[in-house]
């Protein structure tokens, strides 16, 4: 079997180096996006825990399969521990821009970070 | 399949059927294997089953295309009984713009793309797709097109893989007497004969 790179053709090359700028430009964009305020940790579509970002602490909140540990500190919010099999909200890292969202799944737990105004944030990506 | 005296056009079309029906068998298997790993995150996943999406298409144009990808999602949904459960909507939705977006590049650039650029576009689509429905369905936020960026980089990858082995699977199917002409087929079986 070929390996990948005799298959691609120029314009595989194109189309993965177009797709590849996309991505890693919104992740640069969503890098540089000003910090937020406020940590909002929802729940079945109700708010459960809201502090502001700047105040380190760490704090436990309850979902379906138990405990998930949240920890506040100068990096911003991050999950450090839950009862889910994957741990991938453990390994999304910390988040500290408005907008930004750390989210366990299977424990029903979303964070996310809310600019000093509150509620919606100021952009999303589908903003032409 | 010893039928020389059958009509070669009955015979092409009846082969057609054959392989789709294979290519679907084999699709819902890879879709309902993938599906049943462990993952927290519905999205995550390589989409193997695209593999034959992809031949399918490459092999019978994309009619074909959408009948795999679309046999797909429903059987698989009927075998993990979540038919029209939110999963369910988001796999079709990623297949629904999968499958466009695959059929139109190949459409539109034919030769000069190999099987992997059009499984990368197809990977794109299908987490656009994806995301559309979850934002409609499940996390009712526009917070959620935050995760697109990283979404995307891990579709790219898994794309170049799926579309690099759909690429090895049309090399050796293309070798396949089932693949040439008819004709070409019972000469070179007369001739291994």
């Known amino acids: 079997m070929k390996t990948p790179w005799q298959v691609m053709t120029g314009g595989d090359w194109l189309i993965v180096i177009c797709l590849l700028g996309i991505s890693l430009s919104g992740i640069a964009w969503l890098a540089t996006a000003p910090g937020g305020t406020r940590v909002v940790v929802t729940s079945g579509g109700q708010t459960v825990f809201s502090a502001p970002l700047d105040l380190p602490q760490s704090v436990d909140l309850d979902g379906p399969l138990g405990p998930t540990h949240l920890v506040i500190d100068d990096q911003g919010v991050r999950i450090t521990d839950s009862p889910c099999r994957a741990k991938i909200c453990i390994s999304m890292g910390p988040a500290r821009h408005t907008g930004d969202l750390l989210a366990c799944v299977p424990n029903r737990i979303l964070v996310r970070i809310d600019s000093p105004a509150g509620g919606e944030e100021p952009y999303d990506l589908l903003s032409r | ?193």
């Open chain 2, 1 to 193: 399949m010893t039928c020389s005296a059958v009509d070669p056009v009955k015979l092409t079309h009846a082969r057609r059927q054959v392989f789709l029906a294979m290519f679907i068998a084999i699709a819902v298997t890879l879709h309902v294997l993938e599906t049943l790993l462990p993952s927290p995150v519905p999205w995550l996943r390589l989409g193997l089953a695209n593999i034959m999406t992809l031949a399918a298409l490459y092999l019978y144009g994309g009619r074909a295309a959408w009948t795999v990808s679309l046999a797909r999602v429903g059987v698989g949904a009927l075998l993990l009984g979540r038919l029209f459960s939110p999963g369910f909507w988001l796999a079709a939705a990623g297949a629904i713009v999968a499958t466009s977006a695959m059929i139109i590049v190949y459409r539109v650039a034919g030769r000069r793309l190999s099987p992997i650029g059009v499984s990368a576009i197809g990977a794109a689509g299908h987490a656009l797709g994806q995301i559309l429905a979850a934002r409609l369905l499940v996390i009712q936020h526009a917070a959620i097109w935050q995760i697109f960026p990283l979404f995307l980089l891990f579709t790219i990858f898994s794309g170049i893989l799926t579309g690099w082995l759909a690429a090895g699977l049309l090399e050796q199917l293309r070798q396949h007497p089932a693949f040439q002409p008819v004709a070409d087929a019972e000469d070179s079986k007369a001739a291994e004969g």
